[in-house]
């Protein structure tokens, strides 16, 4: 049971129900109180989206791990479970099992919204996660853009199935009235949350690249530490992270009206980023590149947390 844990990265995973409940009850539900409207995705089909994006998830790491055995048996040979402690064979039955759930439950959920096209998204997102681990990881920049759009889609799924729902009940999400403009205002938040899960996990992939080199160029990855040089790459994951932080500070300026907001930001976000690029200047060795990769995940996490300062101010102006 522990090295199923292991295989699916099981940190990782609760990531996504953290994320997802951040958005619906940190984000939207107080804001959309203010608007005078009531959360309109029912609790069940809520969770029920938690688990088949968890059951995605676990599905992509899984498939990522069994095209990936022979290159982690060079970067990680502690770390590699399939073919060490879970069979192959039995590795590619949890992979249908758990992507077969997920499209049931996008089937359910399409009926629910009346859109059958959401299925297809579903069905399309295992495709994605299985040509990622064959072909696209394998290409320069792809597999890491497609990952990071990947982890952006989780906020940001959120916030569309909750307007579709109220669309369904009726309420207008385009116009110019007040109400439009509100809702306007909580799509800004939420796509500055997919954002920042963009850029900060893109950032890691890159950061991972390096650290994995030695077996990505062994068997013939065109990944950026190969193809421009870990100089390159490095300067790369520089002007990623100073992006971020104009962006964070562009964001903040426009919407953060308290001190405390801009201390936890400045304290808490920005300081440990401006860690990070003194970190990558300064790396050389794979343990370092490691500690940076892990670095920003706590970013990614410090991140997310800002949303419960986002609920409590949101609460004191009811």
Do not use: C
């Not at 009346?114 to 299925?119: D, G, K, M, N, Q």
């Amino acid at each position: 049971m522990r090295a199923f844990f292991k295989l699916i990265r099981w940190p990782n995973l609760i990531i996504i129900p953290l994320v997802m409940v951040a958005i619906r009850y940190a984000i939207l539900e107080p804001m959309l109180n203010l608007s005078n409207l009531k959360i309109a995705m029912p609790d069940l089909d809520f969770w029920l989206m938690v688990a088949a994006t968890i059951l995605l998830g676990s599905a992509g790491y899984i498939i990522n791990d069994y095209f990936d055995r022979k290159i982690d048996l060079i970067n990680k040979p502690a770390k590699v479970i399939i073919g060490q402690k879970i069979s192959r064979i039995t590795a590619i039955t949890l992979h249908i099992v758990f992507n077969s759930i997920a499209i049931l439950i996008g089937l359910y959920l399409a009926w629910e919204v009346h859109l059958w096209w959401v299925a297809v998204v579903y069905v399309f997102v295992t495709g994605i996660f299985w040509f990622y681990s064959t072909t696209y990881k394998k290409m320069l920049f792809v597999g890491n853009v497609i990952v990071s759009i990947m982890t952006a889609m989780v906020p940001l799924q959120v916030l569309l199935f909750e307007y579709t729902y109220q669309a369904n009940n009726g309420v207008e999400i385009i116009g110019d009235g007040r109400l439009q403009n509100q809702l306007y205002i909580i799509s800004l938040w939420v796509i500055s949350f997919s954002f920042f899960a963009f850029i900060t996990n893109l950032i890691r992939e890159i950061i991972k690249d390096i650290e994995d080199i030695r077996g990505d160029l062994r068997y013939g990855r065109s990944s950026a530490p190969i193809a421009i040089g870990i100089t390159k790459t490095k300067w790369i994951v520089q002007v990623l992270t100073a992006t971020m932080i104009a962006a964070i500070i562009y964001i903040a300026s426009r919407v953060v009206l308290d001190w405390f907001s801009w201390i936890y930001i400045s304290s808490i976000i920005l300081l440990p980023i401006l860690i990070h690029m003194y970190l990558v200047h300064f790396a050389e060795k794979k343990k370092q590149f490691h500690h940076i990769s892990q670095l920003m995940k706590i970013i990614m996490f410090t991140g997310l947390l800002y949303s419960v300062i986002v609920w409590y101010n949101v609460s004191s102006i009811r």
